[in-house]
Structures are given as structure tokens and as C-alpha cells.
């Protein structure tokens, strides 16, 4: 990659860092409740080259060159994942110069495994070393948070960056999406995930992520609580209903985390995977936001014999993550779900 940079930008970089993609393995459309997730970073990455330069400009595989300034609106395209940690970056007070920024992924993107908050997060802690600046695992999610929602106009919770930053191989992180806080929970090598593309993309920025984050707030506001966080399921009864059954995921989806904790940490294989496919229901049916294309790979994926499956990441298309027993061949396992599913791929 160091002779792409020079090739590309006629000079050595002065800044190297990565990023992981992740799963969560359950906890979907808590995080901007103030609630619980359980991610898990994948052995994909995303790395970023970067110098100082005379002016803004960024490159990356399969993307022509793109010229880019910080403190002008969005240009709607990829680079505004670039340019927008560092518009936050320089709007809390560091020196970033113009830099040439090069990235390489191996991440999927569009597959509900954090691609953006992996470049984003990535972008910032190159830009914090070209400063001789560092930031706590926790800063750097937000810095990456704030970029998103106020630079690239999508409306997401804390999950998918601090995920990146804070995620470590081997272990899930329980993430308090009020406090900040996380604690790493160890995976026990007899829990065989697997994730899933189901062939069909998604987009996150056309408008019905931030429809159900409103329909959320909206239910928080009805109940007078500050999140629904603070709900418990027998608060929702007279909630209008399609802002009911959103709230009623998000109430159950906390305690499904809290419950997937214990179980991760008994080496329950069994009541995870039911807790999984409990969670995949949900998001069907009371939020709205799995597919045919989604629903079909979950049912295959329990046919073939996996302990639970569910979509992760906030839906609409992208990826389903599955556990396997102990005792399953995932070989078999594979070719079973593939067949039934010929536009699937295997991510990890």
C-alpha cells in the first residue's frame, strides 16, 4: 500500500491506520435508545494512508481520485466519509492540514458490517498521529458518530463506531450505548459465527433508518421518559401502534442483549442462538426492516441446523449473522445454505 500512496501521490505517507468491520450479534436499533449491543469485530479491515499536502484529495480502490474541502457542504459521494471526521476533527479545535488521504478496504460495503464507521474511525486516528495528537478508544467512536450524522446526514447511534474502535479480536463488547462504556466479553471458541450476505444491497441515507429513529424518540416522548432505555414492555399498551411495535422491539431487544450476555458468558450455545432468532422476529415483524431476501437466508440458515440466526446491522438488505452447534460441519453447513440461497455469499 506504501507504494500505491507514493504512486499515487508522489510521496511517502506520514500516517498509517485501521479500522475493523463488525457484527453485532444482537442489540439492532438500540443504540439510539440509549440501550444495549453486543458487536464483535470481523477479520476484515479498512486501512488509510495520509500526508500533508497542498490541497484535500483522496483516492481508493475501484474510485477515481477525488478533490475534496472539509468545510464545504457534502459531495455525496464516498469521500464524504473522509472529509467529514475531519471537519469535526477541525471543528473541535485540531490543526489538520490539507492531507492526501489513500484508502484500501477489504470490507464489504453496503452489507451491514460498519464499512463507514471503519473508514471514518480509521481517518481519525491517521489524522490524530499526522498531529501527534491521541484520543481514548471511546473519543474517537464519537468524533466518528458526530461525522456521520452531522457531515454524511445519517441519523445512527454510537454502535457502529465504537464497535470499530473499541471492538478486539476474540471478544464481543457489551456496550452501554448511555454511558459510552463497554465491557469486553470473551467468545468461547466453541461459538462458530457465521455471516452472510443475502445478495441484495442497501442504503442506509434514503430516509427509513431516520423514520424509525423517529418513530423511537417519538415513543419516548409519549411514555415521558428519556429513552426508551427507561420503558419496560407493560408501558407500551397505549402507544399509537405502529409507534408501539417499534418501541416494543427496542424494550425487548435490551433485555434479549442482557439475557445473550449471560449465555455467552454460561457457553450456552442453545439459549444464544434461541435469543438470535428471537431477535430476527422482531426486527421483521415490529420493526419492519428485514427483507424477503433477509428472511429467506435466516430460514435457511436454521434449516441447515444452526443454533439461531438473525439479520444484523440496521437491515434493509446486507448480512445475517448465524451460530453454529458444536457439533455441526460448516462445510455442510455452508453448502446447504448456499444452495438454497444462490445470491448469498460468505463474508465470514
Known sequence: MRDAFREAFGCDPEAEARAPARVNLIGDHTDYADG????????????????????????????????????????????????????????????????????????????????????EVAVIRAALLLVGANLPDAEVARFAQRAENLYCGVNCGILDQMASAAGRAGEALLLDCRSGEGRLVPVPSSFRFR????????????????????????????LGVAALRDAAPGDLEHLPHDIGRRARHVVAENERVLAAVAALEAGDNVSFGRLMTQSHLSLAEDYDVSTSALDRLV????????????????????????????????????????GENPGAWLVA
Open 195 to 222: 455471516v452472510v450476505h443475502c445478495g441484495e444491497g442497501r442504503r442506509l441515507a434514503e430516509g427509513a433508518y431516520n423514520e424509525r429513529r423517529a418513530a423511537v424518540e417519538q415513543a419516548a416522548s409519549l
Open 36 to 119: 444495549y449491543c453486543l458487536p464483535m469485530p470481523l477479520p476484515c479491515e479498512t486501512r488509510v494512508m495520509m500526508a500533508r499536502a497542498t490541497a484535500f484529495s483522496a483516492r481508493s480502490e475501484g474510485h477515481p481520485p477525488v478533490a475534496f474541502d472539509p468545510s464545504l457542504p457534502p459531495r455525496g459521494d464516498w469521500s464524504d466519509y473522509v472529509a467529514g471526521p475531519l471537519a469535526e476533527l477541525a471543528k473541535a479545535g485540531f490543526d489538520v492540514p490539507p492531507v492526501a488521504v489513500l484508502v484500501a478496504s477489504d470490507i464489504p460495503q453496503g452489507a451491514g458490517v460498519s464499512s463507514s464507521a471503519a473508514l
Open 299 to 338: 430460514a435457511s440458515m436454521l434449516a441447515a441446523g444452526a443454533s439461531g440466526a438473525r439479520l444484523t446491522g440496521a437491515g434493509f438488505g446486507g448480512c445475517a449473522v448465524a451460530l453454529l452447534p458444536p457439533e455441526a460441519d460448516a462445510a455442510s453447513w455452508w453448502a446447504e445454505v448456499s
